[in-house]
């Protein structure tokens, strides 16, 4: 939905290190001629993984790109082999049958971005799609337990709005049924459990670089994981399958991420707790001031866990409100206040998505997610003036009858 008129108040700005900071690192990279493959990519990668405490962090050209990749390389350890089996998620990955077309299922939430199906289905899998827990709006391990079947090849959860998904839990049922956890950490970087950073626990977990994020590249993603037969494979299919002999060991794809945007993303890294506090201030500062307006639902965060709140996404009850997110969302247009509805419609629900789930049973917590949630403009433009704005707005929109 297009705003009706100017926008004044944009839904979010990318949260960059300084065009000063940036210049002499493009500078660099242009006087070296050298715009991929280089000494940036592996500063990225090494600051990246010890930030996320994992063994591999591998930079890839998208989030979504990383997760196509992943469920190849899973499926390609069925053919070769995991030589680290050691490593529980390593030996359990070689169950993934799918690259073969024959349709596996992967469990997953349907109340996420059209990415993660996405990279299923370009990988000969069908999503199997699940229910989200109300409060979280992520993935419920019950749930995802009850969908499993003898043709499920892997389980993917997301950490919506930067919100951390129980990744124990989740992974307690994927070990039990000896499936790889693959999960969608796209708005993870900012975002704490247990006082660590997402990253681990999974077999692996795949973040965006792209300008909504916390942590910026321009376009690109980070694949985390432990695995080391999963990093080799990735990083060879980043490289269209090409393990440097020029004779593909499988059809891989131009996966990389140029060295202009892991130098932006490098550099990022250096400031990501500032720009997460700064999150997390403006989400304090939207719920103390919305905290009192019938109507309102917040996300639940998890005890122990700190969201980077990628997004601030509320929920509108149009009973207790007096008007419907819609009409929420038109009267903040009309201010110039930009917003979004993620995730609307569900994944369940797209064009490209809907024959996987035909004949399933309604995902009610989805659908009525969907049609009530709300993102608020975030991002380092938010001041204590918008957040005012915003929410003085969303309480004059209550009708108080
Ligand atoms: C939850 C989620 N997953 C995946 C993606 C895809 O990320 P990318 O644009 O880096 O491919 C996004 C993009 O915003 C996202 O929000």
Redesign the pocket.
């Known amino acids: 939905m297009a705003a009706e008129g100017p926008v004044r108040v944009p839904f979010v700005r990318p949260a960059l290190p300084a065009a000063e900071e940036i210049q002499p690192h493009l500078e660099a990279i242009c006087r070296s001629g050298r715009l991929t493959k280089g000494p940036y990519l592996e500063r990225l990668e090494a600051a990246a993984a010890a930030h996320l405490g994992v063994r591999h962090a591998i930079g890839v050209?998208?989030?979504?790109?990383?997760?196509m990749l992943v469920y190849q390389a899973l499926a390609e350890l069925k053919v070769t082999g995991c030589r680290a089996a050691a490593k529980v998620d390593c030996a359990t990955a070689t169950v993934l049958s799918g690259g073969d077309g024959a349709g596996g299922e992967v469990v997953m939430p349907s109340f996420?971005?059209?990415?993660?199906p996405a990279a299923v289905v370009w990988n000969g899998l069908r999503p199997v799609f699940v229910d989200v827990d109300p409060a979280s709006t992520n993935a419920r391990p019950e749930a995802v337990a009850a969908a499993i079947t003898p043709r499920t090849v892997a389980i993917s959860a997301?950490?919506?709005f930067g919100n951390p998904c129980d990744v124990a839990g989740l992974r307690q049922v994927a070990t039990k049924h000896g499936l790889p956890l693959v999960i969608?950490?796209?708005?993870g970087f900012g975002a704490l459990q247990a006082e660590r950073p997402l990253g681990g626990g999974a077999t692996a977990q795949?973040?965006?670089?792209?300008p909504?994020?916390l942590l910026v590249a321009g376009?690109?993603?980070i694949v985390a994981t432990d695995c080391d037969c999963l990093a080799t494979l990735i990083r060879v299919g980043r490289e269209y399958g090409n393990d440097g002999s020029y004779n593909a060991q499988f059809s891989g794809c131009n996966g990389r991420m140029p060295e202009m945007c892991a130098a932006t993303a490098w550099l990022g890294l250096g400031r990501l707790e500032e720009v997460a506090a700064h999150r997390r201030m403006v989400a304090a500062a939207y719920t103390a001031a919305l905290d009192g307006i019938a109507g309102i639902g917040f996300v639940a965060v998890g005890p122990g866990d700190v969201s980077s709140h990628?997004d601030f996404s509320i929920t509108i009850d149009p009973d207790r409100f007096g008007a419907t997110r819609d009409d929420l969302r038109r009267a903040l247009a009309g201010r110039g206040i930009e917003t979004r509805t993620?995730?609307d419609p569900p994944c369940h629900r797209q064009v490209a998505f809907r024959r996987f789930h035909d004949g399933r049973a309604d995902l009610p917590v989805t659908d009525s997610l969907s049609a009530r949630s709300l993102s608020l403009p975030i991002g380092p433009h938010v001041d204590a003036a918008v957040i005012g704005e915003v929410c003085g707005m969303i309480a004059a929109c209550q009708r108080r009858d």
């Open positions: 050209s998208s989030c979504t790109t990383g997760l996420t971005f059209l990415a993660a997301c950490h919506n969608d950490a796209a708005h795949v973040f965006s670089l792209s909504t994020k376009e690109g993603g990628k993620y995730y």
